[in-house]
């Protein structure tokens, strides 16, 4: 049975730093990863979608990386603004179709 | 080009009563995945469907729940006698096909007093 966690549940960072975001999941027979945002009380945006194929996937300021020998994947925010603030959740899919998440990390960006 | 909608975005009902969540997929898309998130607790697959068809249904309770996806009109989740424990906010997501990305609606938030 696939599991996912994400480390650490919550993060507090000074703007303008740079987020350091970790999945990890105990089946690498994936086909693909997401990196979501939620608001709170929102829906899901997502962020960025990494083939398995793929090691990484850019879009502005995020950068995602996969390696799926070892299960994980990191998700890199640059240069971090307040506006970043939201909670992080990654989703693998393996067979079947479905979406795996992991817990979620909190991050809050101060001014 | 609208995306996943979802309606209502808040439902309150009692216990007892019967829940009807609606999920219209984007356009062009035939495949339709609900999630729920329970307070404090992770996004948990639910049922996958397509036109018609209910693909994975391992997700779901084994009783009360149900879910459709008709020919025509949105995907329903039912939810029948609900109990506070069925509080939650139900996420609905849908792809062109079957291996491509999801995309998420802005869920149901339900609450059962």
């Known amino acids: 049975k696939q599991e996912v966690t994400q480390i650490p549940a919550a993060l507090s960072v000074p703007e303008g730093e740079n987020l350091v975001l970790n999945c990890s999941f105990t089946?690498?027979?994936?086909?693909?990863l997401q990196w979501f945002r939620q608001d709170p009380g929102k829906g899901l945006t997502s962020l960025l979608l990494?083939?398995?194929?793929?090691r990484e996937q850019t879009s502005g300021r995020l950068n995602a990386s996969l390696d799926k020998s070892s299960g994980r994947s990191t998700l890199y925010i640059a240069a971090s603004q307040p506006g970043d603030s939201a909670t992080y959740l990654c989703?693998?899919?393996?067979?079947?179709?479905?979406?795996?998440f992991g817990g979620g990390t909190r991050v809050l960006v101060k001014p | 080009n609208a995306g996943v909608m979802q309606n209502p975005r808040h439902l309150v009902r009692r216990r007892g009563q019967e829940a009807r969540l609606r999920c219209s997929p984007m356009?062009?898309?035939?495949?339709v995945y609900w999630y729920r998130q329970l307070p404090e607790e992770g996004l948990k697959f639910m049922v996958y469907?397509?036109?018609?068809?209910?693909?994975?249904e391992s997700g779901m309770p084994k009783e009360r729940f149900s879910a459709e996806f008709p020919k025509e009109g949105p995907s329903i989740l039912r939810i029948q006698q609900v109990v506070r424990g069925d509080s939650a906010a139900y996420f609905c997501?849908?792809?062109?096909?079957?291996?491509?990305?999801?995309?998420f609606g802005p869920g149901t938030r339900l609450t059962v007093t």
């Open positions: 989703a693998v899919r393996a067979a079947g179709n479905k979406l795996t």
């Open positions: 990494i083939q398995s194929s793929q």
């Open positions: 089946d690498s027979a994936i086909y693909n």
């Open positions: 997501a849908s792809s062109p096909q079957e291996a491509y990305e999801q995309y």
């Open positions: 356009k062009g898309h035939s495949h």
């Open positions: 469907l397509q036109k018609e068809n209910i693909i994975d």
